[in-house]
């Protein structure tokens, strides 16, 4: 495993909800995305990503 900065890796993001194109587009250059739309979801990736989780975002319907 090498060791980089902070500013050269990726920040994962949560995403909960439906997710738009415009969202993903927008997003997917920045943050490593994780798309949760039912709590089953949110409940499989949560343990799989919390260590390396730095944000969340509610998409609205």
């Known amino acids: 495993m090498t060791v980089a900065s902070l500013s050269d890796e990726k ?4 995403i909960f909800g439906p997710v738009r194109p415009i969202l993903e587009s927008a997003f997917s250059d920045l943050f490593v995305l994780h ?11 949560m343990s799989a990503i919390c260590e390396n989780l730095r944000a969340m975002l509610e998409a609205a319907r």
């Not at 920040?11 to 949560?14: C, G, P, R």
């Not at 798309?35 to 990736?45: C, G, I, M, N, S």
């Open 35 to 45: 798309k949760a739309e039912t709590r089953a979801d949110l409940e499989r990736l």
């Open 11 to 14: 920040t994962d993001l949560l």
